[in-house]
């Protein structure tokens, strides 16, 4: 079981640290990833990471802002957000795929996930 948590409202150019917990298992051999979804539109990977940690992804929109690190001792992911943008109002979802070893932007290739977490960006 996946629980994320972190979200909240903030102001522009504000940070938020979004943490996703697991519990029931342990996921240190899963990459895991971030996605979010706004309302109207697609659900998209923000990041992902490898199970060492030493791969990741960012999509193009967030890179230099956002930061995603795991913490293999507390099974648990985080997802650090500098300078937020309004765009970056969604919900904020974490996910693990049985695919350790590389990245994946693609949401087919995760078997395991979490609620959602609200992350709302005032102008």
């Known amino acids: 079981q996946l629980q994320a948590s972190g979200g909240g409202l903030v102001q522009a150019g504000g940070s938020l640290r979004l943490s996703c917990a697991a519990s029931?298992?342990?996921?240190?051999?899963?990459?895991m990833g971030w996605f979010r979804q706004a309302p109207g539109k697609e659900r998209e990977c923000v990041a992902a990471?490898?199970?060492?940690?030493?791969?990741?992804y960012y999509v193009d929109s967030v890179k230099g802002r956002f930061t995603i690190s795991r913490d293999i001792s507390k099974n648990t992911v985080y997802l650090q957000m500098n300078s937020l943008k309004p765009e970056d109002t969604a919900a904020y979802y974490c996910?693990?795929?049985?695919?350790?070893?590389?990245?994946?932007?693609?949401?087919?290739?995760?078997?395991?996930w979490g609620q959602g977490t609200l992350v709302t960006v005032s102008s």
């Open positions: 990471i490898n199970w060492s940690g030493i791969s990741t």
């Open positions: 029931g298992r342990t996921f240190s051999a899963n990459s």
């Open positions: 996910a693990a795929s049985p695919y350790g070893g590389r990245p994946s932007p693609n949401s087919s290739n995760y078997n395991y």
